[in-house]
């Protein structure tokens, strides 16, 4: 069940890197280079940390799943207008659960619970940041949206948490996931941001009051 979620996860990040592409103005195989850039990077970093091979070059599922998703999202913008908010939604969906797969393996790798917690926000953040870099977009969606990475330490911390009561691993992954979505649509939605250090300093300079 939770090779599938994965997969679910992957088929997001293909989307998007597909719809980034698409909105940066790049070409078909620039679209595909992006929907892989999106799908494998974070899980590469995370198994680079961990000290053992990444396994989608193993996986062939995996990378046909990349592959049709990648393709399927091409041929739709060939024909379909591009649907408003799209990749914000398929980016939560496939940081939600990669964040999630992120946690779970980090958990069965044995690490401590703070880098647990800091393995599964990389999984869920890397691949949306080389998207965007490689979209021409600096500082990443991450760095200018603030409830991007705090979702996904949400749903890592609510994952751990669930583990350490005894929660399954299904269902723990499904409730951590449905966390990090609602936080980050929700900030989506009502337009939520962390104040930025200029305008704490603002609220706290000689004329404020």
């Not at 062939?60 to 024909?79: A, D, K, M, S």
Request: glycine fraction near 12%; aromatic fraction near 8%.
């Amino acid at each position: 069940m939770l090779y599938v979620l994965y997969l679910v996860g992957v088929a997001a990040f293909a989307a998007s890197g597909v719809l980034a592409a698409y909105r940066a103005n790049m070409d078909p195989f620039g679209g595909l280079v992006l929907a892989f850039a999106a799908s494998v990077s974070g899980g590469t970093l995370r198994d680079t940390i961990l000290n053992r091979a990444p396994h989608w070059p193993h996986d062939w599922v995996l990378l046909t799943l990349i592959i049709c998703v990648g393709v399927g999202t091409i041929i739709y913008l060939r024909f379909w207008q591009l649907p408003q908010k799209s990749l914000l939604v398929v980016d939560a969906v496939g940081l939600s659960v990669v964040t999630v797969i992120g946690a779970r393996t980090a958990i069965q790798a044995g690490v401590t619970p703070l880098a647990v917690i800091i393995l599964a926000v990389l999984t869920g953040v890397t691949g949306e940041v080389i998207r965007d870099v490689l979209c021409g977009e600096f500082p990443p969606l991450l760095l200018r949206e603030d409830v991007y990475a705090l979702a996904a330490l949400a749903g890592a911390c609510c994952l751990l948490a669930l583990s350490h009561l005894g929660v399954g691993a299904t269902p723990a992954a499904a409730v951590s996931a449905g966390v990090v979505f609602a936080l980050r649509m929700g900030a989506v939605y009502f337009g939520v941001h962390l104040p930025r250090p200029h305008q704490l300093a603002d609220r706290g300079g000689p004329d404020a009051g």
